[in-house]
């Protein structure tokens, strides 16, 4: 099944996977009109060449596999491991995990305790926390900007 979209004045599709509720598909179409405005190379679900494939990512002046990604953003159920893993080995700059009313201050106190500071400084991993009814607020799926009032940020 697929969605159409209109974020931050652009049409874009995107396709319900095998497995994927609607909710994976909403944030990943919520952090794209989130982040393309600084990202202008903002992509989703690209194939970047290792082990992870990003929701959404923006490649940096390295470029693709061994390179430096400007941005990372997964979306839902992500494991500690895998965030460890970018944080350390994938030249990840920002790592944003989209979620949607989770208990982040207790999702950030599990990853502060099992990935090091030095691989977490200020701004490099934070979680943008979505209000419980955000799908009843973007039914339209017209979306110009994310309003402030739908999401929380919290920097791990």
Sequence with gaps: MHYDFELAGRRVRLWQRTGEGYAHVLMKALGFAMYVGEF???EIEKRVGLRY???LVSIGNGGGAGGRFAFWGECGMVSVRKVGWLLKHGGVERLVLFKIDVNAPA???ELRAAIDERYRPTGRLLIVNFVG???E???SRRLARIDPGWY???DV
């Design 40 to 42: 202008p190379s903002l």
């Design 53 to 55: 494939k990003p929701d």
């Design 107 to 109: 999702l950030r106190s």
């Design 133 to 135: 009814d955000i799908a």
């Design 137 to 139: 607020q973007t039914a």
């Design 152 to 154: 929380t940020k919290t």
